[in-house]
DNA sequence: TTGTAAGCGTTATCAG
DNA sequence: CTGATAACGCTTACAA
């Protein structure tokens, strides 16, 4: 009766009095009874590349609220990065304890039938996908440097292999042909030893697939004396809250990472309750301008 | 037999031949089953102020790795710096998915009867604590400063109400008495006004009670054209990647996170496996000298 | 409107 | 060493 299908079957009088007596006594439905009998935990899986990477929190944020408004319960999967780990985490979970998952960045052994949505991912695989509209990024970070009147542009690409950073490659490339291009890990140190390479390049502005590399980019600049926005113009990507401390502050795309959670969150749950969900959402994305971009000298 | 209590009960042969058709027909045990009969879910909720912050994000990794390795699953709940959730939140773990409870700053309804971590409170509470060596922390910063010549000292304090914030101001007034204090939220943009009001006062050297806080000063620093460490020293707390890419490059104490997430993890792993857990554990701390510190003019 | 009973997939116990 | 059986706490269908 708890669990709201009485529907006028008994009066509400007598529901009320239970109510109070099962507040009085601290009754707590067992959810492991009530999993075992339905067959639904009512819990979600994340697993997530790299929860270090404060994009990643903001994402498992915004899912985590969904999840809670909905009486959903968000099990955290770390891959650390490290995609051996991967199918061993995804297998565990899939041994029971959620009810679906939510893979950022990350597949499912194929055929594993398992309602789950991908985010960040290319379209037409298995599972519905929600990501970031990532060309209109691009395009608005490079319409931006476009009217800035550079014409000498590189990019700092990231070096693990996901779909969304084919998506930059390829927006560029169609955009503007082949650029000086370097590979950078996703640390701060590493990404400063691989973007010192774009110092050499004769480029005048660089797009940056991160935030993170970015600031990899600005610590190389700054050891080589190249000064940002006068030497060079350099715009990121994701506008994580670093961006607006770093010197200059860093013109970037910001992206709403708490909605694309949600958004998840909610394809999800739509997909669990049987609901048809659209093979692909995507999220819009925005230029905020700050202070790392000028016209070239 | 399957779960491995079968201890010489069967032949090696058997246990080999079922072992080896349960693979073959990709057989999984049923967690909610097994939870119903066992009482025991292998799962443990993290409860934390924010997770938008890097520095929850490393406690969390340390976690959720020590508990992969203990096959225990771990739930997030964030409470988004937000003390009116947090009751309702962790209420809804009590309801069942959680073994155990790893609480973050956060208390718990007085008498809940519970198994429970606390990570960075007061000890002498109802559960065992896991924490940073705070004190040791201030002393590296404040000796450091000192060293170097510092007198007036400055104290950009945490307005969110925690324990380990407390801490670090009762170890500077035991070291230095009173000091100019200004209180300062947990953002860029809101440390940065707060903070401005620190540059009004007749001080060398400020110490900021985290990385983020330092961030904000660092904005009003820049705003009022006042020089780091030229005009102002700065140290800040915990060490988080983004105190590498200010500039300067910030001082800072760094902190284990990884590792505090994992000792609290394992504290409450032996805690559930009816082993006595210590009523607290610190963990050492150290100080990142950077360039954000300098003799004063 | 209310009561009763079956069964979800495990694990544990107790005879064989 | 093996096989049958009860019980965990809940939901649901059906009988009263």
Known sequence: MLSGKARGRISARTEEAVRAAAAELGYRPNVAARALRTGVARSVALVVPDITNPFFGRVLRG???AAQEASYTVVLVDIGNNRAWEAASVEALLAGP???????EAD???????HAIQIEMAPGGEFPVVRLDVEAGVDHALD??????HTKIGHV???FDAPTFDLRAARIAARLGPVPTVMAPFTFEGAKVAAAAMLDEDVTAVFCD??????GLYLAARERGVSIPGDLSVVGFDDLDFARVLAPPLTTVAVDAEGLGALAFSALAADLAGESVPPEQVMPVSLTVRESTAPPA
Chains 1, 2 share one sequence.
């Open 157 to 159: 690409a990231s070096n």
């Open 144 to 149: 931006h440097l476009l009217e800035l009147g």
């Open 210 to 215: 991160d935030d993170i590399l970015a600031g």
């Open 108 to 114: 499912l052994p194929p055929g594993t039938s398992e």
């Open 63 to 65: 899912a985590q609220r």
């Open 98 to 104: 959620a009810d679906g998952l939510l893979l950022f």
